[in-house]
Nanobody, 121 residues
Framework: QLQACGGGLVQAGGSLRLSCSVT????????VGWFRQAPGKDREFVAA???????YYSDSVKGRFTISVDNTKKTVYLQMNSLKPEDTAVYFC?????????????????WGQGTQVTVSS
């Protein structure tokens, strides 16, 4: 199971840190990804990281967001800086059991419930 939290309302230019805790069959998880979905839009890849620290970012967040992992806590973090109104969406974390790290939703088997991020202008 995955539990995402840390969303909220922030002004443009501000920061938020999302957390995703992975419980249960953590030994079957190879990587955790963050996706986001704005109203009326498809679910979009944001960033992903393997438990061995290989990470990828979408071009839209590169340089502003940082994904990290704490193996002892089985938790993945998404530090979001310099937030923009277009970052407003529901953010989901998801677990994938096998390489390579996917940048599309399909290969991810388990999903958290989502956390709302709203960036005001």
């Amino acid at each position: 199971q995955l539990q995402a939290c840390g969303g909220g309302l922030v002004q443009a230019g501000g920061s938020l840190r999302l957390s995703c805790s992975v419980t249960g069959r953590t030994d079957s998880s190879y990587a955790v990804g963050w996706f986001r979905q704005a109203p009326g839009k498809d679910r979009e890849f944001v960033a992903a990281i393997s438990w061995k620290y290989t990470s990828y970012y979408s071009d839209s967040v590169k340089g502003r967001f940082t994904i990290s992992v704490d193996n002892t806590k089985k938790t993945v973090y998404l530090q979001m800086n310099s937030l923009k109104p277009e970052d407003t969406a529901v953010y989901f974390c998801a677990s994938d059991s096998a390489p390579p790290i996917a940048r599309i939703p399909g290969p991810y088997e388990y999903w958290g419930q989502g956390t709302q991020v709203t960036v005001s202008s």
